[in-house]
């Protein structure tokens, strides 16, 4: 049963290669505001022609790179508590974090500053583009499961959408949803800055750093990313290139922040796919919503800017639900309805029938 579509101004969007519990509604009072008031000022830069010399990649690139503002090793507090992350020393000094599965250890767990950098063939610095954040789940590896498993990069690679892909190393491995330092305050939007350097010097051509610097980013979050993820919604910092969220059975809390996020942001795309798994979650927020009078699909809408859904899926295993959702490949999916990115312009996507099953 769809609760309605919200139409509001149309807003421009942002393995192949591999080397291998519910908050409280505290944005009540926001979202009635954004209902009542929608800002005329645009959320994000309109998308842009590049006009420089340089040729659309002939090759798909990706790395492995070590970033100076990783979201962990972490040294800060536990939110909403006095507790330093690493509460917990060994006889041989040897740091640990006190988790819901245990003792985790720094130097396995949270020393690992890579990010994995992907740019499919075809990508295209003179064109509208985007950046792709994805945030693992847990027990999970950059080579493993992002690259492998979930076949994040390859569905950049395979959608019609001029988009690169920038996935941080979170927990190494294991039952832990921390944010790190995604809890400070502008730690995502540091993180995303110092990306695009990284994605510059991968393109190969210094040209592009100003255009790596400035393109709009959506965030992908599969289930324990919802934690970094909402974190970096509520105090990144980056709220004027962020134009899209999409939860992969991942809506388990956070959800006053989730709500403030559709607030603040009108022209946004916010579609919450999921399980049994995260149905507490995600039916909390639905309700939040239906109590303001926030119209919401159930199915995935042919465009999405400006649009929020909640997917219900059934017969979908919550383990492969990054490939195996409501429809395979999601990402995919989701990425080719965000409409002026196009890698391919004169490609005609295929129209899919998307019902939540």
């Known amino acids: 049963m769809t609760r309605g579509t919200w139409r509001r101004p149309l807003r421009a969007l942002v393995v192949g290669v591999f080397i291998m519990g519910v908050d409280g509604a505290s944005g009540s009072r926001a979202l009635a505001q954004a209902r009542a008031t929608p800002s005329p000022v645009q959320a994000v830069p309109v998308p842009h022609e590049v006009h420089a010399r340089v040729a659309p990649l002939k090759a798909p690139k990706s790395a492995l790179v070590e970033f100076d503002v990783s979201p962990f090793p972490y040294e800060g507090l536990v939110p909403r508590t006095s507790r330093p992350f690493f509460d917990v020393t060994d006889d041989d000094g040897r740091r640990g974090h006190s988790s819901r599965a245990g003792v985790l250890w720094e130097d396995a767990t949270y020393s690992d500053r890579r990010a994995l950098l992907f740019m499919p063939k075809g990508f295209d610095v003179r064109r509208p583009g985007v950046i792709v954040v994805f945030l693992h789940g847990n027990r999970a590896t950059l080579e493993r499961d992002v690259g492998g498993r979930q076949r994040v990069a390859a569905q950049i690679a395979e959608a019609n959408v001029n ?6 190393q979170l927990a190494v491995n294991a039952n832990d949803s921390s944010a790190g330092r995604f809890w400070e305050s502008y730690g995502f939007a540091r993180f995303i800055g110092e990306a695009g350097a990284h994605l510059a010097r991968l393109h190969g051509d210094k040209r592009t750093r100003k255009t790596f610097a400035t393109l709009p980013v959506v965030i ?6 919802y934690v970094p993820a909402a974190w970096a919604l509520h105090k990144g910092g980056s709220d004027a290139r962020v134009i899209g969220v999409l939860l992969l059975d991942a809506l388990y809390g956070e959800v006053d922040k989730y709500a403030d ?15 049994s798994s995260s149905a507490r979650g995600n039916e909390a927020l639905q309700q939040h919503l239906s109590e303001r009078d ?3 699909d159930t199915s995935l809408p042919p465009r999405l800017q400006g649009s929020v859904a909640f997917l219900r899926t059934s017969g979908a295993d919550h383990e492969d639900f990054a490939t195996r959702a409501w429809v395979d490949d999601p990402i995919r ?3 080719e309805r965000m409409g002026g990115y196009a890698r391919d312009p004169g490609k005609r996507v295929q129209s899919r029938h998307d019902p939540a099953r």
């Open 261 to 275: 996020f559709i607030a603040r942001h009108p022209n946004a795309f916010f579609v919450s796919a999921y399980t």
């Open 220 to 225: 992908v979050a599969y289930s324990g990313g």
């Open 294 to 296: 926030f119209p919401f």
């Open 163 to 168: 988009a690169v892909l920038v996935a941080p």
């Open 333 to 335: 999916v989701v990425l």
